[in-house]
């Protein structure tokens, strides 16, 4: 049974700081592009960073880049992402996604934890 359990979310006033995990299991995770994406209601979900199987590239959405960074623990199956200067318009439900590299043939969420960024 393939699971991806994100942890970490929480409640941060603007500038501060929160890390979230996603622990995966049921999939060689070194072999899957891992990824965070975070959705608000009535909007569609974006994606926030990635990280390729190996960890040796990443991308970020324009709106993170320089205060998130994306990691991975390939011993430990999880995923990491350090988000620092947090704004209130990162509020948002965030999921983790794994999708097989290179074909993109198999591809799994988590159930997402939810991320509020408040004064």
């Known amino acids: 049974q393939v699971q991806l359990v994100e942890s970490g979310g929480g409640l941060v006033q603007p500038g501060g700081s929160l890390q979230l995990s996603c622990a995966v299991s049921g999939i060689s995770f070194s072999l899957y592009v891992m990824s965070w994406y975070r959705q608000v209601p009535g909007k569609e979900r974006e994606l926030v960073a990635a990280i390729a199987a190996t960890g040796g590239s990443t991308n970020y959405a324009d709106s993170v880049k320089g205060r998130f960074a994306i990691s991975r623990d390939n011993d430990k199956n999880t995923v990491y992402l350090q988000m620092n200067s947090l704004k209130p318009e990162d509020t948002a439900v965030y999921f983790c996604?794994?999708?097989?590299?290179?074909?993109?043939?198999?591809?799994?969420w988590g159930q997402g934890t939810q991320v509020t960024v408040f004064s």
């Open positions: 996604k794994g999708v097989l590299s290179p074909a993109g043939s198999r591809v799994y």
